[in-house]
């Protein structure tokens, strides 16, 4: 089998990057380790930037989320039991939209199936080949059959787990991580939430966050010890302790309901440099990860996303290689500052179990300026709605 560019990876950045290059005319195979309903089945993100859902529309893939979206011209921080407002569109004129990556996912896939687009799903060991040279590929099994796809480009879009990144030459890229000592615990649940924005809860037993999916539909998380288990947490545990962790202007709205979904996810910081290795690309989770707190991981996925959709366009128009030469220059720039605010965010809102007292008061002190300053508000809320994509 041939094709143009071989995608590792049906998650958002291999369905979006798919999407887009077939709309330019660009062939393309996605091949992915899990079945489309394993992929359903994760519950990640649910804030998208406005470049994120511009990029969707350019896509043709934002007819649901227009209608079902939720915008959000603001968001709540609590601290020392009070709540406030940061009013995002009143600060940088940008909202965010809430809508689910399950959903975002199932509409790239339907719209992928509809254009009758190859995507080869429980590809079993998948392995990359030739990405020094100028054709490089992909070997997996299917069905028990040894299949060979080759490409003239590999997108690694494959998560942090992925193998495409796993595949690169020793030395060939540097790795910076950081990890948190803390996990979060979610909770998927049919309750209306608890209030109408998102609230970030700083709290002395831990930070909390009240995410919403619909009107009808709430994400919860809690901050948990790393070796924590999810088994540990009935939902009655978890509403329990969500309750003390609310400010109490909202602790009266919490509407509990049995969970559709817990999981326990650990919080990383990582980047991998560059995103490129001859003529494979890394995209998305498989070259950097954020802790949740930002809201960052698939508005920045989608980015990646652009800056190689126009790379590659480039170059089979035939116009230039500029744009897949700097695409990893151009995707870390944007990466980094996100990687900042992920970090700052996460920072300022948990609970550092061994950073001691004055770590404690620095965090406060932050907190105060926050809420007290209006340049520092702007600062938080442009780099919530997400920084400029160029
Ligand atoms: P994904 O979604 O991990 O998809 C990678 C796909 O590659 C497949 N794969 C392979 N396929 C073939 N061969 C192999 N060897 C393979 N190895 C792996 C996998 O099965 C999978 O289908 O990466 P992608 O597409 O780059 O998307 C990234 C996003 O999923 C991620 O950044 C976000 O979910 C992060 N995130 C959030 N991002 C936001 O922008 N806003 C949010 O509000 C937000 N909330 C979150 C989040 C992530 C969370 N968790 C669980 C880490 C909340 C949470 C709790
Ligand atoms: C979510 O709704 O899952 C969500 C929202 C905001 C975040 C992280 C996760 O910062």
Same mark, same amino acid.
């Given at each position: ?8 990876g ?37 804030v998208?930037e ?46 965010v939209v ?30 990359? %080949? ?15 059959? =040894? ?13 942090? %787990? #992925? ?7 020793? #030395?060939?890229?540097? =790795? ?13 649940a ?18 909390a ?24 947490w ?36 990582f980047?991998? =440099? ?19 707190? #930002? ?5 920045l ?12 366009? =480039? %170059? ?33 809102? %948990?609970?550092f ?7 404690a008061?620095?965090?406060?002190a ?25």
């Open positions: 089998m041939k094709t143009q560019v071989a995608i590792v049906a998650g958002p950045s291999g369905l979006l990057l798919g999407q887009l290059l077939s709309r330019s005319g660009i062939a393309n195979v996605i091949v992915e380790r899990q079945s489309a309903d394993y992929v359903l089945g994760r519950i990640r993100a649910g998208l406005q470049s994120t859902v511009d990029l969707l529309a350019q896509a043709g893939v934002n007819a649901r989320l227009q209608a079902e979206g939720l915008p959000h011209d603001g968001v709540c921080l609590a601290f020392g039991g009070q709540l406030h407002h940061i009013d995002l569109f009143g600060l940088t004129g940008k909202r809430v809508y689910g990556q399950t959903e975002l996912t199932r509409d790239l896939m339907e719209a992928r199936s509809a254009a009758g687009l190859s995507t080869v799903y429980q590809a079993e060991n998948v392995s990359v %080949h030739g990405i020094d040279g100028r054709s490089p590929s992909l070997r997996y099994r299917q069905g028990g059959v =040894e299949q060979v796809l080759q490409a003239d480009f590999i997108a690694g879009c494959d998560g942090y %787990h #992925g193998v495409c990144r796993a595949s690169l030459p020793a #030395g060939a890229v540097t =790795e910076y991580e950081k990890v948190y000592p803390f996990g979060w615990l979610g909770l998927l049919d309750v209306p939430p608890v209030h109408e924005e998102l609230i970030y809860i700083h709290h002395q037993r831990g930070f966050l009240c995410s919403q999916r619909s009107r009808t539909r709430s994400r919860y998380y809690l901050q948990c010890a790393l070796d924590d288990r999810v088994e540990r009935s939902d009655q545990a978890f509403f329990d302790e969500l309750r003390l962790r609310l400010p109490e202007a909202v602790r009266h709205n919490l509407v509990s309901g049995p969970s559709l979904e817990k999981s326990i996810a650990p919080l990383r910081s980047v991998a =440099e560059p995103l490129r290795f001859g003529r494979l690309f890394l995209a998305g989770d498989a070259g950097h990860i954020v802790p949740p707190t #930002g809201a960052k991981g698939l508005n996925a989608a980015s990646d996303v652009n800056f190689l959709w126009q790379g590659l366009v =480039e %170059h089979y128009q035939g116009a230039s290689d500029a744009g897949i030469d700097h695409y990893s220059r151009r995707a870390l720039a944007r990466i980094w500052k996100a990687e900042r605010f992920s970090w700052w965010l996460t920072s300022l809102m %948990h609970n179990p061994d950073s001691g007292s004055f770590a008061q620095m965090q406060a932050e907190l105060d300026y926050l809420f007290s300053s209006t340049a520092a508000m702007t600062a938080m809320a442009e780099n919530y709605v997400g920084l400029p994509t160029d």
